[in-house]
């Protein structure tokens, strides 16, 4: 079965299928912590501004707050 290890993060990816596998080398390059333990997130973060921005959808129907 073909398989690649990533040299950033060490994370070992295999699959039946070479095509399928190439397809997720592309998504895990993409992805990638580089160290174990960063964040993976794409998305930028912006530590002062945490609050949601759905506010209708903030709380449950009792009023409970659904986001940490």
């Not at 895990?28 to 959808?57: A, L, N």
């Not at 129907?61 to 659904?66: D, M, S, V």
Request: glycine share 4%; aromatic share 6%; net charge positive.
């Amino acid at each position: 079965m073909p398989e690649i290890i990533c040299k950033d993060c060490g994370k070992k990816m295999a699959h039946e299928n070479e095509d399928t596998l190439k397809v997720e080398e592309a998504v895990h390059k993409k992805f990638c912590r580089k160290k174990p333990g960063e964040s993976y997130s794409y998305m930028h973060r912006d530590p002062q501004h945490m609050s949601t921005f759905d506010q209708e959808r903030a709380a449950d129907q009792k009023g409970k707050p659904i986001t940490k």
